[in-house]
């Protein structure tokens, strides 16, 4: 057998039972249901997947363009940042270079979508693990626990585990989303 055969195989069994103790540990916490599940790992495979095009830019350009017709290389379209796409003449507009770069060319859209999808996905994450609307402790008279969010609804505080579990399984969809996404390219 050949070594990166074996290395594969080995590589896609510890994913699979990463994977598997993730959501079991997830699911005995019983503090996410799986819609809640699916919703982060979703935002974190599409931001695994943003990831994997932004690598494949860098180290195989013509197989993007490949995959993704409409997708333009980086190496072309910097020079949109600029006026006349010469850097010497500044910013095309107030800017381009710096908080508005997503609105000039395919890269920083793609590097926004997985920065804002990385954010999201974490957001969503703490929320539906918190079970609270907000996220400012008060410590109010006759509560069960001392911090208590302004909505009137407890934080949730569940056993470490759970939180491991759930930081695996989000691991996990951001690793499967940007292998799908690399493997799609490669082919091209």
């Given at each position: 057998?050949?070594?990166?055969?074996?290395?594969?195989?080995?590589m896609k069994k510890?994913?699979?039972?990463?994977?598997?103790?993730?959501?079991?540990?997830?699911?005995?916490?019983?503090?996410?249901?799986?819609?809640?599940?699916?919703?982060?790992?979703?935002?974190?495979?599409?931001?695994?997947?943003?990831?994997?095009?932004?690598?494949?830019?860098?180290?195989?350009?013509?197989?993007?363009?490949?995959?993704?017709?409409?997708?333009?290389?980086?190496?072309?379209?910097?020079?949109?940042?600029?006026?006349?796409?010469?850097?010497?003449?500044?910013?095309?507009?107030?800017?381009?270079?710096?908080?508005?770069?997503?609105?000039?060319?395919?890269?920083?859209?793609?590097?926004?979508?997985?920065?804002?999808?990385?954010?999201?996905?974490?957001?969503?994450?703490?929320?539906?693990?918190?079970?609270?609307?907000?996220?400012?402790?008060?410590?109010?008279?006759?509560?069960?626990?001392?911090?208590?969010?302004?909505?009137?609804?407890?934080?949730?505080?569940?056993?470490?585990?759970?939180?491991?579990?759930?930081?695996?399984?989000?691991?996990?969809?951001?690793?499967?989303?940007?292998?799908?996404?690399?493997?799609?390219?490669?082919?091209?």
């Open positions: 057998m050949h070594l990166c055969n074996l290395k594969t195989r080995t510890s994913i699979l039972l990463s994977i598997l103790l993730s959501i079991l540990l997830s699911a005995q916490s019983f503090s996410q249901t799986i819609g809640q599940m699916l919703i982060t790992g979703t935002q974190f495979a599409i931001s695994g997947g943003c990831d994997a095009i932004l690598q494949a830019d860098h180290f195989y350009p013509e197989q993007v363009v490949k995959a993704f017709p409409s997708y333009e290389l980086s190496r072309d379209t910097w020079q949109r940042k600029y006026k006349n796409g010469d850097p010497a003449q500044g910013e095309a507009f107030l800017g381009s270079t710096t908080v508005l770069a997503s609105l000039t060319d395919p890269f920083h859209r793609v590097q926004t979508l997985r920065n804002v999808t990385m954010v999201t996905g974490a957001a969503t994450w703490a929320y539906s693990t918190s079970k609270s609307v907000g996220y400012i402790p008060v410590i109010r008279e006759g509560s069960r626990n001392w911090f208590e969010v302004v909505s009137g609804r407890e934080i949730n505080i569940k056993p470490w585990w759970a939180y491991v579990g759930e930081s695996v399984f989000n691991y996990a969809a951001f690793n499967v989303g940007k292998e799908i996404t690399f493997r799609y390219i490669k082919s091209k």
